[in-house]
């Protein structure tokens, strides 16, 4: 019996499988209950956000965790999540229902996001994410976060990592999926030979009625 060719299902993470906005949860949470703190950071976030676009404002949200212990913020991460997931709408109950049905017919799930692994790999471990493409955090040799990343993983930058990892497996962008709920996902749906647009931007949704992909409730 052939073994039929190994698919891959890209899955972005906020208000595409998680019911809201990881990086400002997480931040919430590791901030306690220092209002202002977060609130100004917020505020500041979404001022670099407009003067500069969205990769500019997530590499300013890393420069938060300047001198933290990379293994700290990995320990708060799971502290997070294992909160977050216990709320009724933790999840998008369309995509990880769309998750599920890609891990039964023996698809790679990677989850791709601008988030950290602080915060993605007690998801990926939860929902069965095989492989993990997001903001690489850049550690010293004292083991101290410098607050920069490798790349922001925003926009383009996600088909690109995304091509890399299929170049590795041997694996054509023609046969795999992605899911998105964002207009700065686009360039990874266009990526992709079946894409899905999750929820109703109408920057997705316009290309999903031209293009007759599919579209999931959020």
């Known amino acids: 019996m052939s073994v039929p060719p190994l698919r891959v299902a890209f899955f972005d993470v906020d208000e595409t499988l998680l019911a809201g906005k990881s990086m400002v949860e997480f931040l919430r949470h ?6 202002a703190a977060f609130l100004g950071a917020v505020a500041e976030l979404g001022a670099v956000a407009e003067r500069e676009g969205r990769a500019a404002a997530n590499r300013a949200y890393y420069r938060l965790f300047a001198g933290v212990p990379s293994a700290t913020l990995a320990e708060a991460g799971s502290r ?3 909160r977050h997931r216990q709320r009724p709408d933790a999840f998008v109950g369309s995509t990880v229902a769309a998750l599920a049905g890609h891990r039964a017919a023996g698809d790679l ?3 791709v996001s601008g988030s950290c692994r602080a915060v993605l790999d007690p998801l990926a471990a939860d929902v069965g994410g095989d492989e993990v493409l997001c903001t690489e955090l850049v550690v010293g040799g ?3 976060l410098t607050g920069e990343v490798a790349r922001s993983m925003i926009g383009p930058a996600k088909s690109e990592a ?3 990892l299929l170049r590795s497996l041997g694996v054509s962008p023609a046969v795999c999926f992605a899911y998105g709920d964002h207009s700065s996902d686009l360039d990874l749906l266009t990526f992709v030979g079946s894409p899905r647009v999750v929820g109703d931007d109408p920057v997705l949704a316009s290309w999903a009625r031209r293009h007759g992909w599919p579209v999931l409730p959020a």
Not at 30 to 35: E, K, P, Q, S
């Open 142 to 144: 004292d083991g101290l």
């Open 30 to 35: 590791w901030l306690g209950r220092d209002d």
């Open 109 to 111: 799930v990677v989850l």
């Open 80 to 82: 997070w999540y294992a």
């Open 162 to 164: 995304a091509a890399e």
